[in-house]
């Protein structure tokens, strides 16, 4: 049988929208010294598409990763549980801020933790 899905990703417009999630996203970020540290060597544009890429897996967009390429970008950072937990927090922060049901932003942080034990510890 045929699974018709509509994603956050459409649901929230695509690009247009997705574009100020980031933005926001992106402040709060910024504004964390727990995760901030991390972008200090990383120019704004390159720190845009990161958070762009990001959302876009989050809410099911073009962009859907596997473990290894993750493991392999994230290679060097040592991230540990406290620092994807503060990016997942932002993230669901943002997405509140949008207007994002609370229902679908646990979906969205259940999404991105599949990622977790590719990401953590490299
Ligand atoms: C599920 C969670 C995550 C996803 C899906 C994700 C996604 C990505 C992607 C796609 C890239 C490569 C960006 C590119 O193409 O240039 C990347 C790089 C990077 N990620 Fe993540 N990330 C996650 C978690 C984190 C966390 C928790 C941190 C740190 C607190 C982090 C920090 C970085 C940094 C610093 C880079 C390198 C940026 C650069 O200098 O080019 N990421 N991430």
């Given at each position: 049988?045929?699974?018709?899905?509509?994603?956050?990703?459409?649901?929230l417009?695509?690009?247009g929208?997705?574009?100020?999630?980031?933005?926001?996203?992106?402040?709060?970020?910024?504004?964390?010294?727990?995760?901030?540290?991390?972008?200090?060597?990383?120019?704004?544009?390159?720190?845009?598409?990161?958070?762009?890429?990001?959302?876009?897996?989050?809410?099911?967009?073009?962009?859907?990763?596997?473990?290894?390429?993750?493991?392999?970008?994230?290679?060097g950072?040592?991230?540990?549980?406290?620092?994807?937990?503060?990016?997942?927090?932002?993230?669901?922060?943002?997405?509140?801020?949008?207007?994002?049901?609370?229902?679908?932003?646990?979906?969205?942080?259940?999404?991105?933790?599949?990622?977790?034990?590719?990401?953590?510890?490299?």
């Amino acid at each position: 049988m045929a699974q018709q899905t509509t994603t956050l990703y459409e649901t929230l417009g695509g690009e247009g929208t997705i574009g100020k999630v980031v933005d926001y996203f992106y402040e709060l970020i910024l504004a964390d010294p727990t995760v901030s540290k991390f972008f200090e060597n990383t120019d704004m544009e390159k720190q845009r598409k990161h958070q762009t890429k990001f959302i876009s897996f989050a809410l099911g967009g073009p962009y859907q990763y596997t473990g290894a390429s993750m493991a392999k970008a994230h290679a060097g950072m040592n991230l540990q549980p406290e620092h994807f937990d503060a990016i997942a927090n932002h993230l669901g922060a943002a997405l509140e801020h949008f207007g994002v049901a609370r229902k679908d932003v646990d979906k969205v942080l259940n999404h991105i933790g599949t990622l977790k034990d590719d990401i953590l510890y490299k």
